[in-house]
């Protein structure tokens, strides 16, 4: 679930822009003075959201509607962090109810949405920038950005479930658990040996002799 949690937050953004612009509303940013503004097409009267014919284009409410670069840079933003605490904490919640589920697994499922929510969020930033700056309809960079989230998202989780990337990364992560622990072992032997090693040297060396041939 983890890639679809974003669109689908985002879809209520986009019904509303839609309701309040209509699917002919269109925007269009323009500089003025050195700052960046988002004008509106239409008449005013008839909007509830955007009753302005311009705005700055850091205002508050166009932020939050997904206009315009800031806003789809909100929008991905927000969407990603409210997936990722979703998703983690059912993820964790799976693992503790699963028989034999390890802390390997674990860590591996959590590696898995992270790419799962990442890469969508990135795709579907950079296909919102770019439809926002092809069309000057309003709600388009929304539609581009949340198909191309939803779509990556889709062809992440068929490659994952074909070739069991998720599992695969748990199995290497327990396998490396697992030689990393050999290696303390071997150190904490070697490290045990040195005491000694530095007693057999100072009596060699003061008296001549092997310690070890000493001892009983």
């Given at each position: 679930?983890?890639?679809?949690?974003?669109?689908?937050?985002?879809?209520?953004?986009?019904?509303?822009?839609?309701?309040?612009?209509?699917?002919?509303?269109?925007?269009?940013?323009?500089?003025?003075?050195?700052?960046?503004?988002?004008?509106?097409?239409?008449?005013?009267?008839?909007?509830?959201?955007?009753?302005?014919?311009?705005?700055?284009?850091?205002?508050?409410?166009?932020?939050?509607?997904?206009?315009?670069?800031?806003?789809?840079?909100r929008m991905v933003r927000i969407g990603?962090?409210?997936?990722?605490?979703?998703?983690?904490?059912?993820?964790?919640?799976?693992?503790?109810?699963?028989?034999?589920?390890?802390?390997?697994?674990?860590?591996?499922?959590?590696?898995?949405?992270?790419?799962?929510?990442?890469?969508?969020?990135?795709?579907?930033?950079?296909?919102?920038?770019?439809?926002?700056?092809?069309?000057t309809i309003a709600f388009?960079?929304?539609?581009?950005?949340?198909?191309?989230?939803?779509?990556?998202?889709?062809?992440?989780?068929?490659?994952?479930?074909?070739?069991?990337?998720?599992?695969?990364?748990?199995?290497?992560?327990?396998?490396?658990?697992?030689?990393?622990?050999?290696?303390?072992?071997?150190?904490?032997?070697?490290?045990?040996?040195?005491?000694?090693?530095?007693?057999?040297?100072?009596?060699?060396?003061?008296?001549?002799?092997?310690?070890?041939?000493?001892?009983?």
């Open positions: 679930m983890a890639p679809y949690v974003s669109p689908i937050i985002d879809t209520a953004t986009l019904a509303l822009v839609c309701k309040d612009l209509g699917l002919a509303g269109r925007t269009l940013s323009k500089v003025i003075n050195g700052r960046q503004y988002i004008a509106f097409s239409g008449y005013p009267g008839l909007r509830t959201l955007f009753p302005g014919t311009i705005y700055s284009a850091n205002n508050r409410k166009i932020i939050k509607m997904a206009i315009g670069a800031l806003g789809i840079k990603g962090i409210l997936t990722f605490c979703i998703t983690v904490s059912l993820t964790i919640l799976e693992a503790f109810l699963r028989e034999h589920s390890t802390c390997y697994d674990l860590v591996g499922n959590i590696a898995a949405d992270l790419i799962k929510i990442g890469i969508p969020a990135l795709m579907c930033y950079i296909a919102g920038i770019i439809a926002g700056g092809f069309t388009w960079p929304i539609v581009v950005a949340i198909s191309i989230s939803v779509f990556v998202g889709f062809r992440i989780d068929a490659i994952d479930d074909k070739h069991q990337l998720t599992e695969k990364l748990a199995v290497a992560l327990e396998k490396l658990g697992q030689e990393i622990e050999e290696k303390q072992e071997q150190l904490q032997k070697v490290l045990g040996l040195v005491p000694h090693a530095i007693e057999r040297g100072i009596i060699w060396r003061a008296l001549g002799a092997d310690i070890d041939n000493l001892l009983p």
